[in-house]
């Protein structure tokens, strides 16, 4: 039997969560849920049905999973305890220090009706957080790192585009190679925001704008850029729309350790992402997860839960016989 | 209260294991086990207790886990089903084709005796293996690839020695630059054995051997060497010693797959490990995976189990609060 989803905010991560399925026999899209008109929402295939967010609690017996495809700020605290009232629910919550807050709100809603809650799913919050945790079991005394990019960050994209005289903007992260290199030696170097990520951002100016007085408040941004190497080019339009308008991005975690009588051989561990799409790819974790969310239901789990929880053959559609023998 | 476990077999994997534990402060040594005379073994540290493998079964309310260091061909197929009927177990049993065979006889002596057996627990089978299983259910579309080296081989190195006319070897299993730059450029390359290793030797011969002959012979083994671009170097016995005593290892496991409507977005995942010691790394995964049975066992769990059904989360010291908070 199929595993029924629901897709529960349909922006780049639902449409992702759309696509995903596809490429998941095992699971079925049961329907997009949105609070826009349905009528005007336009899915990436044909045929997939759409309603208004306020149908789905009416819906708790056509879905089995909802993955809840908004945004951290204000839609996921609301809308993921609310759901997990009616489905086992997954998320992409990443807002870091709200994460005790909202693991709380969702183990009492997902407590409650007998659901399972997987939040912070994707990754980073995700991979990466699995990664870290696998790589600080396995060699307690070392140091772990996280680089992220290269990559589009939406936040400091958004902050440039609020500069008086910017059209539209893109900014990349960029992890610093030397930096890497120095993590890789196992120096366990102490690595200021400066030297970890320098930060790369192309620029379109509104007509009349002043080129040199919109790069002085971007280099000189607080939190945003003052801490980082900085680099600002001047495009048009047109070469934005035709070089940037993908959403790469991606990262490193890299931890070094030691072992032995006297601490004396070292070892790394690196896990790496490299991603052409980072909502198409988060929208993959949390489908995956969505299996994972599913299957712990039918073992009778429930209440909030993380990628830390999962046993990694949830995620599988494979029985643990063909995983041994083939990924064993 | 801290996990009392017990080592069973003392070569380097249990002397690896035995310093892991000092890494592990809620974890303590409660004995080696040896088929040896155990007033003949040297512990790495001072005041390890040494019992005569027989002890072991008489132990049962002493030790909480059985960390079982034996070898895969012979030991562990008895040991670990044998053991498991008093204690939690671990091994990193890695006799691919017999893990079914394994898994069934642990499954059914752990199950009788309610313990939890974990098997094949180490980095390959182990760690590459659960890479393999989360990038697979991230990238149902993808091709994955896996990568030793470089590092010493010890079947290989063995194979020299069985040559007539050589007194010592060494064998470094490498793989090919190229071929890892084709696996990650996402082209989804056919790779030959040729293609992806490497075979690098470091022979010291016999007084008045004939180093053509034994350089063909290896050259042309069928299995270790004849599928391989190999090189051989005739070295020293003081350099073999100097130069090639440690036993480092590692590799990459890399898996590139798509996503989006028509598949159109690349992405790559890549886990890479770079080990100073096989044995000792090895070790350190083995004493993560002890903390992991002991708890399954508390929570009432019982059966063989493969890294693969374990949540992450039972590796660590640490509570789900401090997990979520530092590293989510």
New interface residues.
């Given amino acids: 039997m199929s595993i029924r989803v629901g897709i529960y905010g349909y922006g780049n991560l639902g449409r992702?969560v759309e696509?995903?399925l596809r490429?998941?026999p095992d699971m079925t899209l049961a329907g997009v849920f949105t609070r826009r008109p349905p009528e005007t929402v336009r899915t990436?295939?044909d045929g997939v049905p759409v309603y208004h967010a306020d149908m789905a609690p009416s819906m708790r017996d056509d879905i089995d999973v909802m993955v809840i495809c908004g945004g951290s700020a204000t839609d996921l605290p609301v809308q993921t305890p609310m759901l997990a009232q009616y489905f086992h629910v997954v998320d992409s919550f990443d807002t870091?220090a709200r994460?005790?807050e909202h693991?709380a709100a969702v183990d009492a809603a997902a407590k409650a009706s007998g659901k399972v809650g997987l939040i912070?799913v994707g990754w980073d919050?995700g991979?990466f957080?699995?990664n870290?945790?696998?790589a600080?079991?396995?060699?307690?005394?070392g140091k772990d790192y996280t680089f992220w990019g290269k990559g589009v960050s939406q936040g400091h994209s958004d902050a440039i585009r609020r500069i008086e005289g910017v059209a539209d903007a893109k900014q990349y992260t960029i992890p610093v190679e030397a930096a890497l290199e120095a993590v890789?030696s196992g120096a366990e170097p102490q690595l200021s925001a400066r030297q970890k990520h320098l930060r790369e951002c192309f620029v379109v100016l509104k007509d009349g704008a002043d080129a040199a007085s919109v790069e002085q408040q971007i280099k000189t941004m607080p939190n945003y850029f003052a801490d980082y190497d900085t680099t600002v080019h001047f495009i048009s339009a047109e070469e934005l729309a035709r070089e940037h308008s993908g959403i790469p991005h991606?990262g490193f975690v890299i931890r070094t350790g030691r072992?032995?009588?006297s601490l004396e051989?070292?070892?790394?561990?690196?896990?790496?992402?490299?991603?052409?799409?980072n909502p198409?790819?988060t929208?993959?974790?949390l489908v995956?997860y969505a299996?994972a969310a599913y299957r712990m239901g039918l073992e009778g789990m429930s209440g909030c839960k993380?990628?830390?929880?999962?046993?990694?053959?949830y995620?599988?559609p494979k029985s643990?016989?063909d995983?041994?023998?083939r990924?064993?």
């Fill in positions: 992702g696509c995903a490429q998941n990436v295939f870091h994460i005790p693991f912070s919050p991979m957080s699995l870290r945790l696998y600080e079991a396995l060699l307690p005394d890789r991606g072992t032995g009588k051989n070292r070892h790394l561990i690196e896990y790496r992402l490299n991603l052409d799409s198409e790819f929208a993959s974790v995956a299996r993380t990628v830390l929880d999962v046993p990694p053959a995620l599988s643990g016989e995983l041994r023998g990924l064993l």
